[in-house]
């Protein structure tokens, strides 16, 4: 005896989904509007070929579209979500199947139905994240009405799996890559501050002078002078010379013990004696009758404020 064929489930036995929860969870997956890939491709066309059916897709539904991750047979890229089968099988306990859509008052005005690719036949299998919200469906179509068999049915069940498990592995991978990004981000931001912390410590620089290089004590310089194209450095002992830019040799000495104080002057802080209007005066350097003559240097006026700020002021 001929068994009678199985009827579309009504809307009463799709299960409730919070809609806003569900999006979060398909937008976490990063995977609309992305190229084909060939692994969700290949599985699109093994349930084609299984189910018998000259169409297939990953269909996945969006606020307002199905947009097709794979697609089988069909040469649209996505649908509006209002005529998706997929709409409703996603929410299935089981495979979803539509045995004739133009029997059915759901779809039988629905243009995928009464236009191209004038599907009749639908069975969808849900996409479900680990935590059970559905994502979309892995479906078959055929344009003439037909039931599957209880392996074809089983067999789209284990390909939804599949498609389930590669999406998952994506997204794993992507976060992955997410993470080693961030991490390279704080290296990079551990290196730059250790950087900065070495160079603010460092006591000593090595002028190159005569194709020799000179090392200079940090706390042996008075000041810093640009000079055109060079640079010279005026030490408690001699002037040292060197091709190059003040904001070159900036980043080579300690910030906390130097400031700029000019355009083209640079002083060492505990080397003030006073300061008179736009002039500094730094410590002298012995002379035989063992007296010191302060150096003046002038202040810019817009290096002063942060002059100012540096020092500390009763």
């Known amino acids: 005896m001929k068994q009678p064929k199985r009827t579309t489930p009504p809307d009463s036995n799709l299960r409730q989904v919070n809609e806003v929860e569900r999006l979060e969870a398909l937008h976490s997956y990063q995977i609309l509007d992305t190229d084909p890939e060939q692994v969700f491709t290949d599985l699109a066309q093994l349930s084609a070929f299984i ?46 199947e539509v045995y004739d859509a133009t029997t059915d008052e759901r779809f039988a005005n629905n243009p995928l139905v009464t236009g191209e690719p004038n599907i009749r036949f639908y069975a969808g299998a849900p996409l479900l994240t680990p935590e059970g919200q ?36 994506r997204r794993i991978r992507l976060q992955l890559e997410d993470e080693r990004q961030k991490l390279d981000g704080v290296l990079r931001m551990a290196n730059n501050a250790g950087d900065a912390l070495y160079a603010n ?13 000179v090392r200079v004590a940090t706390a042996d310089l008075q000041y810093v002078e640009a000079l055109g194209d060079y640079v010279n450095l005026h030490t408690t002992r001699e002037r040292l010379t060197v091709y ?7 980043t080579k000495l300690p910030v906390r013990d130097f400031a700029r104080v000019h355009r083209k002057y640079i002083v060492r802080l505990d080397r003030i004696v006073s300061i008179e209007a736009d002039v500094a005066l730094l410590d002298g350097v012995r002379d035989a009758t063992l007296t010191r003559t ?9 290096y002063k404020a942060g002059l100012l700020g540096r020092l500390n002021l009763v």
């Open 294 to 302: 302060p150096v003046r240097v002038p202040i810019g006026s817009s």
């Open 51 to 96: 189910c018998g059916t000259p169409m297939s897709l990953v269909s996945l539904i969006d606020g307002e579209r199905q947009w097709f991750k794979a697609n089988v047979g069909m040469e649209a890229k996505e649908t509006p979500r209002e005529h998706a089968f997929c709409q409703y099988a996603m929410r299935a306990t089981d495979v979803y």
């Open 134 to 169: 559905p994502l979309g469906t892995l479906c078959a179509l055929d344009t003439v009405p037909r039931e599957l068999s209880s392996d074809q049915r089983e067999a789209l069940r284990i390909l939804a799996r599949q498609v389930m498990a590669h999406l998952e592995l």
């Open 201 to 213: 410590n460092r006591t000593e620089i090595f002028v190159k002078q005569d194709q020799r290089l």
């Open 244 to 250: 190059g830019t003040m904001k070159d040799l900036e």
